[in-house]
């Protein structure tokens, strides 16, 4: 069970379906879901194949699933959240069942068979991929370059061998990675597309560390641990090990990833964090043409000790 190929996922309706199925106690099978969401007046099979669709990739990521009487319900692990979840705390549980290496490991380790797209592996390949390109570079369109940059980095022109291999889970995936906190829409004129920025998804993993001075070192292993679609964590080496190098121009550069780097920079200027330079301390450079080390970080907006 894919999540990127049905095409017509709806992540926001996701939650509307979650938080509905979590207030109202009645039996609901998936027809009469598909009548209590399906738009009014909208008599094409559109509507349908979205909330199917939805159904669908919210039970592949463990969020939904079938009880033995033919109903759809919401997970357990869903329920001990919480109810009738906001956006932002939605966002959260979304990536967390998302990113789950419990069910899914290394996703980049699976063979060709069927297992390769159960639970979220198909998502996670095309996010580990997506995020190790050049944030600070063109933004990223399927007819613009997304299909020319697989086909260099991965060496082959077979699409089934890219993790993004056509328009259709191309634009499933430019749905998912906004909402997962993992990319943004770009703002430039004349340049549309995603960027690989995780702002949000980074501020979330800051906001659960807690507040005081630590290592660069320690902090970017903490904040891969909880993103490991991200350089060090378990997805990101998965696709390194499989390209036998690093896409990102910083990581390439002997510098931070340029995806962290900016969020960073962004974090920073909204009084979350102070990026520190200690002499005598090991640290990294923020990029290529830096020439100062960043040896340790402040947090200032998460946990209380």
Request: glycine share 10%; with cysteine; net charge neutral.
């Amino acid at each position: 069970m894919a999540v990127l190929n049905p095409p017509r996922v709806l992540p926001g309706l996701g939650r509307a379906i979650i938080n509905f199925l979590i207030e109202n106690r009645s039996n609901w099978d998936e027809a009469k879901l598909i009548d209590a969401f399906k738009p009014p007046g909208v008599n094409d099979d559109g509507g349908a194949e979205s909330i199917k669709n939805t159904l669908s990739a919210f039970r592949a990521i463990g969020m939904l699933e079938n009880n033995g009487q033919g109903n759809t319900t919401v997970t357990n692990r869903v329920t001990m959240r919480g109810s009738r979840f906001g956006r932002d705390e939605f966002r959260r549980l979304m990536l967390s069942h998302v990113l789950d290496l419990s069910r899914d490991g290394n996703p980049w380790a699976v063979g060709d068979e069927e297992a390769s797209t159960s639970g979220a592996r198909d998502l996670t390949r095309a996010l580990s991929w997506f995020l190790a390109q050049d944030a600070l570079g063109t933004a990223l369109s399927w007819n613009d370059n997304v299909q020319k940059m697989q086909a260099d980095q991965f060496g082959t022109t077979q699409n089934d061998q890219w993790p993004i291999a056509n328009d259709t889970r191309w634009n499933a995936f430019s749905r998912w990675a906004p909402a997962l906190g993992l990319a943004v829409p770009s703002i430039a004129s004349g340049n549309s597309g995603l960027v690989p920025l995780p702002t949000l998804a980074i501020a979330d993993a800051v906001a659960e560390l807690p507040n005081g001075h630590m290592p660069i070192q320690d902090f970017l292993d903490s904040i891969c641990r909880k993103l490991p679609v991200l350089p060090g964590g378990v997805i990101r080496n998965g696709l390194v090990a499989r390209l036998n190098v690093d896409p990102d121009p910083g990581v390439q550069g002997d510098a931070l990833d340029t995806s962290i780097a900016q969020v960073l920079r962004i974090l920073e200027a909204r009084g979350h964090l102070t990026l520190d330079n200690l002499a005598d301390a090991s640290g990294v450079f923020l990029s290529r043409s830096s020439h100062n080390r960043t040896t340790h970080v402040t947090l200032k907006g998460g946990k209380k000790r």
